[in-house]
């Protein structure tokens, strides 16, 4: 008989699979539902600290291979959504995504998550397309030190940090993470990515400027797991263009101790995370995994 459990640091899962940031996640009852389909944890919507917008439409369009997004964090801000972690965390565990401008920023929103009841907080350090946030403070290894330091002192919960591929010292953005005393890391977030349409010779998304999501990510996402499994002591968690049990797969043998489904939702349905765990199951139990412990980063003995 095979386990499903898993735990990122002190954070126990009943399954390995959870909800990205930015997918039915702005109100309680849908971080409710998600539960109630089989994932092990949920992470909320980006929230900061006041309410947002977002970029104009267009913002959102499906492409060859997955999403492209320029939602530019549209939130209502942290006081009202006390109001949705107030109906979802009675029902399983929630992961509070935040984002900031500075280590200030983040450790008061940090502090509000941990109050509102969230068993960790997720520190959006990779947004591709906010400017002044995410990606922007998130590829400067001093800066993420910063924050994370910031936040770890704020709370008393665990703080993951999300980092973006769209650099080439993602490892050096790890080991920052960890050097501060963050207690995993998350990744990766969208690629920086654009569309143009040719008939009116301009960029479609009113930002320009978006983020690739979906299965053409998975591979970098993939090569961004093992790399950081290389060079970091700290629990992974793999995310980007997972939406079968062998894409859950690889990022575990990567190194990831669990996993964030995002896009797939939008072409399968919450019916992808009961089919991830149970494909998971299967595979699990023909190969000889009794655990996920045990295929975590077998890919590379």
Not at 117 to 126: D, F, I, Q, R, Y
Not at 261 to 281: D, H, M, P, Y
């Amino acid at each position: 008989m095979v386990s499903l459990k898993t735990a990122v640091g002190s954070i126990n899962l009943e399954r390995p699979g959870m909800i990205a940031s930015g997918i039915m996640d702005e109100t309680g009852d849908s971080l409710v539902r998600v539960l109630e389909s089989g994932a092990g944890a949920v992470v909320t919507k980006s929230i900061g600290l006041e309410p947002n917008a977002g970029h104009d439409n267009p913002c959102f369009m499906e492409v060859r291979g997955g999403y492209v997004n320029a939602m530019g964090l549209p939130n209502p801000g942290i006081e009202l959504f006390k109001e949705e972690m107030e109906i979802a965390v009675p029902k399983g565990k929630v992961i509070g995504s935040i984002y900031g401008a500075g280590p200030d920023d983040f450790a008061k929103l940090g502090a509000k998550m941990e109050d509102y009841g969230a068993c960790a907080v997720e520190l959006n350090l990779s947004c591709p397309h906010a400017k002044g946030y995410g990606m922007e403070v998130g590829t400067d290894p001093e800066l993420v030190k910063s924050i994370v330091s910031a936040v770890k002192s704020a709370v008393s919960i665990p703080v993951w940090a999300k980092i973006t591929p769209n650099t080439h010292i993602i490892t050096k953005i790890g080991e920052a993470v960890q050097d501060a005393g963050g207690d995993a890391i998350v990744a990766i977030n969208t690629l920086k990515a654009m569309v143009i349409s040719p008939e009116f010779a301009r960029p479609i998304m009113s930002n320009k400027f978006c983020g690739l999501s979906g299965a053409a990510v998975k591979p970098v996402g993939v090569r961004a797991i093992y790399d950081l499994k290389s060079a970091l002591d700290i629990p992974l968690v793999g995310v980007g263009g997972i939406s079968d049990w062998r894409d859950a797969a690889e990022y575990i043998m990567a190194g990831a101790s669990a996993f964030q489904i995002g896009s797939a939702v939008g072409t399968k349905g919450l019916e992808v995370f009961q089919q991830v765990n149970e494909g998971l199951s299967s595979f699990m139990e023909e190969y000889g995994y009794p655990s996920i412990e045990s295929m975590v980063g077998a890919a590379h003995e």
